[in-house]
């Protein structure tokens, strides 16, 4: 393709002169076909995303008002809202985050910093974390079905049930961003610490977590977005209810939005439907606003040493 | 010609001084043995890597391991202190004493070891902490009684020849401070326990020439007070601050093929580098090798 000057001798016998044909291999026909088959794979998504966004946004926009968030779920369309179904979702996630927060946290430090990686048990269950991201939503609810009905309550449809499902749905996640989050500090900050005589547990505490907090609190906020858009676990528990009430506390009954969601697109009346597409409105917005601040806060801290 | 700048004009001086350093009076043999290493190997899993090692350290002297990558030098480093219990798999064969004391006996506690045996870092590695809280660190975690904390931390950092740099911005972060400063924020974090032998691993590779005059300078200071054990490769840097040098190499066992460091020669500096004893280290210091 290129003409090269032959070179007569000494000195000059490795200069070229570059080609000017204005032809480069950069933009062979097999690189721009590769470069358009990448831009419509990219396109097809952003597109399907955005006119669901739209439609969405046009259906809902008339419902997104201020009844959505005081009113009650009733038989007429014009008077319902997902006042419980919104309290019910903080009051889930809430607990969730207790349950899982400290929980994951804890098992991640552990499996990081102080478990013997030589042994079989230790090995055999980060496999097992690994795996259980992958499992099931519903398989979650079916095994807090279980442990309630193991300790004996009788109702099943209560705050601490669900929590429980969507705790155990996203301690994988939290377990696992936190190791990586744990793994990133350096050595040397540890080596530090011990250096002065800090036992290594104030090693943990003092320097390890705090320096790994935002890759921690990322990984968190991303589960519990996960958490709060999860229907499946939640109707296993019999999620799925009429309330006309405030839930108020760790035992009382409560339904979520995205059941909300689910139960008003059930319904025959178009109004309905306009209804879950506001509710849906205020679901992807809660979850794009906490996944904005999980973002956020990865940029913020991000890693200095 | 021109004026030199300050800082070089500063360095030669720091030069000299180092010099007059270099030359002073040290006997042949340590008159207290703060650290004695008794024919010490340390294997890691099976890897011997370094094998039937004899010092004996002298209180308030500065000694200076050398040697090429891999001799075991840093290794010898890390057992002074029981740092190489953090690395699965090592293992400290033989005892060291520390003041007579073997420090590896079942019932001493490695946290005690390492608050009187502190070290300094090949990188500098403050604390994601405010320069005050890098120095009040250890005081805090090991339960220090001290009067005032404000006082002692002024003390720590005056010690290290940073109290004039760092005076006004004692809150801010210590990622703001230049290498070699960071550096001696990290001496001074590891004064603030008060420990009896301090032991640095290269703490001047990361740092540019000035910076590491400024360290020297600083060792120099401290030796009244602590001991100081320093790896280093730069061998004019044993040359400039040490009073004693142990030259490492790595020699390979003829039966396994294994490269193992070991000690080949431990004397005053001075003998060591103008009449060492053994062929190896004189190869090494005059540059055949390593």
Redesign the interface.
């Known amino acids: 393709m290129s003409t090269y000057t032959p070179a007569t001798s000494g000195a000059d016998a490795r200069r070229a002169v570059l080609s000017t044909s204005g032809r480069s291999r950069e933009q062979t026909p097999q690189s721009v076909l590769f470069m358009i088959l990448l831009w419509l794979s990219l396109l097809i998504g952003f597109v399907t995303l955005a006119v669901l966004l739209i439609d969405t946004f046009a259906d809902g926009l008339t419902r997104l008002d201020g009844r959505l968030f005081t009113g009650y779920p009733s038989s007429r369309a014009e008077e319902a809202g997902a006042r419980p179904a919104i309290l019910g979702s903080l009051w889930v996630i809430g607990t969730t985050a207790v349950l899982a927060v400290p929980l994951g946290v804890a098992a991640a430090v552990h499996l990081e910093e102080f478990a ?3 042994r079989w048990w230790n090995r055999l269950i980060e496999i097992n974390i690994s795996n259980l991201s992958a499992v099931p939503a519903i398989i979650y609810g079916m095994l807090a079905l279980g442990t309630l009905a193991l300790v004996g309550v009788q109702q099943k449809n209560i705050v601490i049930g669900g929590a429980i499902a969507l705790a155990m749905l996203i301690l994988p996640v939290i377990i696992i961003s936190t190791r990586e989050a744990v793994r990133a500090v ?1 050595r ?2 540890r ?9 290594p547990l ?1 090693t943990t505490w ?2 390890t977590l ?2 790994a907090m935002p890759g921690i609190a990322t990984g968190t906020i991303l589960g519990l977005s996960r958490a709060l858009g999860e229907a499946a676990p939640l109707l296993l528990l019999g999620g799925l209810v009429f309330l006309r009430f405030d839930p108020n506390g760790l035992l009382s009954q409560f339904t979520t939005m995205p059941i909300q969601i689910f139960s008003w697109t059930a319904q025959p009346q178009a109004e309905f439907h306009t209804l879950a597409a506001g509710a849906s409105m205020l679901l992807m917005g809660l979850v794009l606003l906490m996944n904005g601040a999980a973002i956020y806060i990865r940029n913020r801290y991000q890693k ?2 | 010609m021109p004026e030199p700048m300050p800082q070089v004009r500063d360095a030669i001086e720091t030069e000299l001084q180092h010099h007059q350093q270099a030359t002073r009076e040290v006997p042949d043999h340590p008159e207290r043995t703060v650290l004695e290493v008794d024919d010490v190997s340390v294997y890691y899993g099976d890897y011997l890597a370094v094998r039937n090692v004899s010092l004996d350290l002298g209180h308030n002297e500065i000694t200076a391991l050398i040697g090429p990558s891999g001799c075991g030098k840093s290794t010898i480093l890390r057992s002074l202190n029981r740092m190489n219990d953090l690395i699965t798999g090592a293992r400290v064969e033989g005892p060291i004493r520390y003041w007579g004391q073997d420090m590896y006996a079942p019932g001493i506690d490695p946290i005690e070891v390492r608050r009187r045996i502190g070290m300094v870092f090949q990188k500098p590695n403050p604390f994601p902490k405010s320069i005050y809280d890098n120095i009040a660190y250890g005081p805090r975690v090991t339960g220090m009684q001290v009067g005032s904390m404000d006082d002692y931390v002024e003390q720590a950092l005056t010690k290290a020849a940073l109290w004039d740099e760092v005076k006004d911005k004692l809150r801010q972060s210590a990622y703001g401070l230049s290498g070699g400063q960071q550096q001696r924020l990290c001496i001074a974090r590891t004064i603030a326990v008060q420990p009896d032998v301090i032991l640095m691993d290269e703490p001047c590779a990361s740092l540019d020439p000035i910076a590491t005059l400024r360290i020297e300078e600083l060792m120099a200071e401290l030796r009244d007070q602590y001991t100081i054990i320093i790896v280093t490769h730069n061998m004019q840097q044993a040359a400039r601050v040490a009073d004693r040098t142990a030259f490492f190499t790595a020699a390979i066992d003829p039966v396994t093929g294994e490269r193992h460091g070991e000690l080949v020669e431990y004397d005053k500096t001075t003998k060591i580098f103008e009449s060492p004893a053994d062929s190896r280290t004189e190869g090494y210091i005059s540059g055949r090798f390593g």
């Open positions: 013997d990686r030589k350096p040397e900050l080596d530090g610490s011990l250096a002065v005589g800090a036992t104030q003092r320097i705090p320096a200095r040493w």
